[in-house]
């Protein structure tokens, strides 16, 4: 009895160890599960914190896409200043189908802690406001502008206990697309008869070397100088058109050359592009790629015309689509000193200077005409800002819209890119430049861009004869453009087909790749970069 007694006391023991350590076992295992699920929970509501963040930069660049930029008037400089910050607060809405609700924050904004963007709410408020399902607060500061505006965006979520903050940058970009990718691109063809050029610079890497028509000794016709530059160079001589004569630069001596800024002119960007066939005549020179079209081909008429670059087709159609060019309702014509009523004509004849000054207007001035018209010896300057950008809407659909005749000009003041404004033109009709005649020789072609919705088979929308000079970035897809008798151009063109005849010298602006085009004054933000800040 004892035996099994003790046997039995034995086995009890067994098994309140086998308990205890079964017991043991599901608490550990039971707490670790506890403890994974609170780090997941963890996780989980950081990473919410840190979606309500980003989806408050997304609420900003939405705010500022809708036109709210223009309440901005002075660029950030370190010092919180309602002129150039702003405040949205807001929520994440529990619809899946619906976007972050948010609305401007004014009352109560100071700068206590002075590092120049206003305060966010204090933690324990910012975390009660939780409780509405996805709570943000937004900084849109403006670094630059009004031109190629750049915001910084500073934004801070929550998830219960949980505070992320991101930071982001936004740049405007116009609605549209890039188009000016290469110097000039013909729709259906590209054309280029005697004696014509092309060659690139970029405008954005500093004035370009240039000088102004030179006139040769033993004759009465002109050569155009571009590049005049150090002998080692990459570069070849500009030569009367008659007497093939070397050139001279009437202004620094020695001889006249051009180039492009690689300093090789095989290695030039002068690129020419069309859906269609491209074909040189008579000493044509194109410094760059001549890309044809799918299938399409680049004919060489003669031993003396040349391409640098690739003749390769391109492997897709380029589209490029019309743009869409309606006037405003409301415009500016009445605040500018001299300017026609809204939807009157200017018709400017006769020697003379008149000067539209732009510089009270703020930001984007706006101006409808019917037409414009200059001859004889008139010269308009538009004068603004630095960043201001001015768009003049002409509402005819003549292919002389816009017609300049006789050694008449029309400037930019003061001209660069980073000194003068920039002039937008939204036309359904064409420009012609006649005789000497010039539109922003001094300027950047950034700072004159023209946008035409005019269609025509046969008719130019673009059209410069004789000696016509000008600088800037020209969207006219369906209509044709045609460069005469020794006509110059800085930038780039698009249009239903490219002429270049005569003596036509054609410098492609590297600078403009990156230019976005749009017919109207709307503008997206999109991040730019985003960084988690903590």
């Known amino acids: 009895m004892r035996r099994k007694s003790r046997r039995r006391g034995s086995a009890l023991v067994l098994a309140l160890i086998v308990v205890v350590v079964i017991v043991s076992l599901v608490t550990a295992f039971t707490d670790g599960v506890f403890q ?268 003396n015309v040349a391409v640098s670059g690739s003749t390769t087709p391109h492997t897709q159609a380029v589209q490029n689509p019309v743009p869409t060019v309606t006037a405003p309702t409301t415009a500016d014509n009445g605040s500018v000193a001299g300017m026609p009523a809204r939807g009157s004509a200017m018709n400017l004849q006769n020697s003379g200077t008149t000067t539209y000054d732009f510089k009270s207007l703020g930001d984007n001035p706006r101006i409808v005409l019917s037409s414009i018209d200059l001859n004889s010896n008139r010269t308009v300057v538009l004068s603004g800002n630095a960043g201001q950008v001015i768009d003049i809407y002409v509402t005819s659909s003549n292919k002389e819209a816009i017609k300049l005749n006789s050694s008449c000009h029309i400037l930019i003041n003061p001209p660069g890119q980073n000194s003068g404004p920039t002039v937008r033109i939204h036309t359904q009709g064409g420009i012609v430049l006649n005789s000497g005649c010039s539109v922003n020789r001094t300027g950047d072609p950034i700072q004159l861009q023209f946008y035409s919705s005019f269609n025509h088979s046969s008719d130019p929308g673009i059209n410069f004869n004789s000696e016509a000079t000008s600088q800037g970035a020209f969207y006219a897809p369906r209509g044709h453009a045609i460069y005469n008798s020794a006509a110059e151009f800085f930038g780039a063109v698009v249009a239903r087909s490219v002429t270049m005849n005569s003596g036509v010298l054609f410098h492609y602006d590297e600078s403009l790749a990156d230019l976005s085009t749009s017919s109207s004054a709307n503008y997206l933000y999109t991040p730019r970069a985003m960084k988690v800040r903590q």
Do not use: C
């Open 36 to 303: 994974e699920s609170r780090a997941t929970t963890h996780t989980i509501e950081r990473s919410q914190a840190l979606f309500t963040a980003q989806s408050g930069v997304w609420a900003a660049v939405n705010w500022l896409s809708q036109g709210n930029d223009s309440q901005f008037t002075a660029n950030w400089t370190g010092a919180a200043a309602s002129t150039s910050q702003r405040a949205l607060a807001g929520n994440i809405t529990r619809s899946t189908a619906s976007p972050p609700v948010y609305a401007a924050q004014s009352a109560g904004l100071s700068d206590a802690d002075g590092d120049g963007v206003y305060d966010f709410s204090a933690d324990p408020v910012f975390k009660v406001a939780a409780n509405r399902g996805g709570y943000f607060e937004v900084r849109i500061l403006r670094v630059t502008g009004p031109l190629d505006t750049t915001f910084r965006i500073v934004a801070r979520g929550v998830k219960d206990d949980h505070i992320r903050t991101v930071e982001a940058w936004t740049r405007r970009e116009a609605e549209g697309f890039r188009p000016f990718a290469r110097g000039a691109h013909g729709e259906s063809s590209v054309l280029m008869n005697s004696n014509v050029f092309t060659d690139s610079y970029a405008s954005k890497s500093g004035p370009r070397r240039a000088n102004p028509r030179a006139t040769s000794t033993t004759s009465s016709r002109h050569a155009v100088s571009s590049y005049y530059d150090d002998p080692t160079h990459g570069r070849f001589a500009v030569r009367d058109p008659q007497s093939n004569a070397q050139l001279t630069d009437p202004v620094y001596g020695g001889n006249l050359f051009m180039r492009s800024t690689t300093g090789n002119k095989a290695d030039a960007k002068g690129d020419v592009s069309s859906n269609g066939n491209i074909r040189l005549n008579g000493s044509a020179q194109v410094h760059g790629d001549a890309t044809p079209g799918v299938g399409k081909t680049v004919t060489l008429d003669s031993n």
